[in-house]
C-alpha cells in the first residue's frame, strides 16, 4: 500500500488528452511538500519529468503539464503519442515517516 | 552529460551481506545531496537512504534501517551502500539518484541485487 495513491492504469488514444491523479494525505501533500512526476519506459530507470508541482526540466515536451490543489495533485498529457507509453510515478515527502515517498505508479497504455 | 554508474549488484543468500558502489560524472558531487532507491520486480520505487553533501546527514526508510548504510567519498565522486542481513524482500534494482529541491532529478541505469 503505497502512501501516495495512483490509479493503476490508463489509457487514450493517440492525440487525446489523459490525466493521472495523485493523492496524499495531511503528511505529505496535505503539509503543501511539493510534487513531483517521473515517466518509466520499459526496462530503463525513471526519468524526472515534473518538479515543484507543475516545472517542467529542460527537454520535457510541453504536452505533460502538473497541477495541484490541496492534498491531490494530476499529470496530464495532451496529444497523446505512442512513444508516451510508460509507467507514471508521483513523488513527495512525508513528515510522519521521515522519508521521501512515491505513489503506486500508474501504467498509461496509448490504444 | 550527467552520468551515474552503480555496480556491485549480485546473487546472494539470505542473512549475506553485500556493497553497491555508484560513481558519478557531469556535476560538482561535492555540492550533491545523494540517495538510493530501489525497485522490486513489478513494483514501484522505493527510497531507502540518502546523504548529505558533507555526509553529516544520513537517513533511512525504515525498511532497512540498522542493517543497511550509506557513505560516500568526495574525493573519488562515489557513493556507497553497505547492505547487511539482506532478505528475500530486499530482492530488486538499486538506484543511485541526485536529490534537488525535494526531487531526484538525475538517476543511474541500476545494479540488481537478488536475495535468494
Known amino acids: 500500500q503505497s502512501v501516495l495513491t495512483q490509479p493503476p492504469s490508463v489509457s487514450g488514444a493517440p492525440g487525446q488528452r489523459i490525466t493521472i491523479s495523485c493523492t496524499g494525505t495531511?503528511?505529505?501533500?496535505?503539509?503543501?511538500?511539493?510534487v513531483h512526476w517521473y515517466q518509466q519506459l520499459p526496462g530503463t530507470a525513471p526519468k524526472l519529468l515534473i518538479y515543484n508541482n507543475f516545472i517542467r526540466p529542460s527537454g520535457v515536451p510541453d504536452r505533460f503539464s502538473g497541477s495541484r490543489s490541496g492534498a491531490s495533485a494530476s499529470l496530464a498529457v495532451t496529444g497523446l503519442q505512442v512513444e508516451d507509453e510508460a509507467d507514471y510515478y508521483c513523488?513527495?515527502?512525508?513528515?510522519?515517516?521521515?522519508?521521501?515517498?512515491f505513489g503506486g505508479g500508474t501504467k498509461l497504455t496509448v490504444l | 552529460e550527467v552520468q551515474l554508474l552503480e555496480s556491485g549488484g549480485d546473487l546472494v543468500q539470505p542473512g549475506r551481506s553485500l556493497r553497491l558502489s555508484c560513481v558519478v560524472s557531469g556535476f560538482i558531487y561535492d555540492d550533491a545531496a545523494m540517495h538510493w532507491v530501489r525497485q522490486a520486480p513489478g513494483k514501484g520505487p522505493e527510497w531507502i537512504s540518502g546523504i548529505s553533501w558533507d555526509s553529516s546527514i544520513k537517513n533511512y526508510a525504515d525498511s532497512v534501517k540498522g542493517r543497511f548504510t550509506i557513505s560516500r567519498d568526495n574525493s573519488k565522486n562515489s557513493l556507497f551502500l553497505d547492505l547487511t542481513s539482506l532478505r528475500p524482500e530486499d530482492t530488486a534494482t538499486y538506484y543511485c539518484?541526485?536529490?534537488?529541491?525535494?526531487?531526484?532529478?538525475?538517476w543511474g541505469r541500476g545494479t540488481p541485487v537478488n536475495v535468494s
Open positions: 495531511s503528511s505529505n501533500l496535505g503539509t503543501n511538500f511539493d
Open positions: 539518484a541526485r536529490k534537488r529541491d525535494g526531487c531526484f532529478d538525475h
Open positions: 513523488q513527495s515527502y512525508d513528515s510522519s515517516l521521515s522519508a521521501w515517498v
